[in-house]
T-cell receptor
Framework: DSGVTQTPKHLITATGQRVTLRCSPRSGDLSVYWYQQSLDQGLQFLIQYYNGEERAKGNILERFSAQQFPDLHSELNLSSLELGDSALYFC?????????????????FGSGTRLTVV | GDSVTQMEGPVTLSEEAFLTINCTYTATGYPSLFWYVQYPGEGLQLLLKATKADDKGSNKGFEATYRKETTSFHLEKGSVQVSDSAVYFCALSQGGSEKLVFGKGTKLTVNP
């Protein structure tokens, strides 16, 4: 168990639908990152939150949105789903790399949510 | 923008063979460099890292040296085991943003 919890593990839904993926970061980590892993695009950074605020944005579609709540868990909302959105969605959490005593682990990834759009 | 290029896979080796997976990067400034490993059905795990030029990251018998002059961070292991079979990702991050930019991954299969 990495300490980062993602739910659900698997999700099958139809085109046009909306889903919400949930991530609970490792205890003490303030940053949450969302990544999409697909066969053709590899691992793509979607968005980062730090202590409730959006900090960085990557290749995230307008149909997708995210937020981080006061308890630091995060949700990724995917709407108007298309077949091409089928992928593994990973959440990761981290402490800053330059923090004194920062462990080797750096970023800790969850085991992912496999989304299948049919 | 920043990018990471790693050798195409898959790579198939026999147990106890020497492993090299090449990784080069393009980035402004001085990024931190990482190797992550993904075992089947699992998330990514940090394998090793290096945060400045000439640093050598090492863990579990794997090593990689941050070479600024060649913008490379090649992963090596002297003697692979069947349990090393996984997908390996090279990645970089710039200190300010902390987000990771990944290579496409290299699948390694080690046969007994």
């Amino acid at each position: 168990d990495s300490g980062v919890t993602q739910t659900p593990k698997h999700l099958i839904t139809a085109t046009g639908q909306r889903v919400t993926l949930r991530c609970s970061p490792r205890s003490g980590d303030l940053s949450v990152y969302w990544y999409q892993q697909s066969l053709d695009q590899g691992l793509q950074f979607l968005i980062q939150y730090y202590n409730g605020e959006e900090r960085a944005k990557g290749n995230i579609l307008e149909r997708f949105s995210a937020q981080q709540f006061p308890d630091l868990h995060s949700e990724l909302n995917l709407s108007s789903l298309e077949l091409g959105d089928s992928a593994l969605y990973f959440c990761a959490s981290s402490v800053p790399l330059d923090r004194v005593g920062s462990p080797l682990r750096g970023y800790t990834f969850g085991s992912g949510t496999r989304l299948t759009v049919v | 923008g920043d990018s990471v290029t790693q050798m195409e896979g898959p790579v198939t080796l026999s147990e106890e063979a020497f492993l090299t997976i090449n990784c080069t990067y393009t980035a402004t400034g001085y990024p931190s460099l990482f190797w992550y490993v993904q075992y089947p059905g699992e998330g990514l795990q940090l394998l090793l890292k290096a945060t400045k030029a000439d640093d050598k990251g090492s863990n579990k018998g794997f090593e990689a040296t941050y070479r600024k002059e060649t913008t490379s961070f090649h992963l090596e292991k002297g003697s692979v085991q069947v349990s090393d079979s996984a997908v390996y990702f090279c990645a970089l991050s710039q200190g300010g943003s902390e987000k990771l930019v990944f290579g496409k991954g290299t699948k390694l299969t080690v046969n007994p």
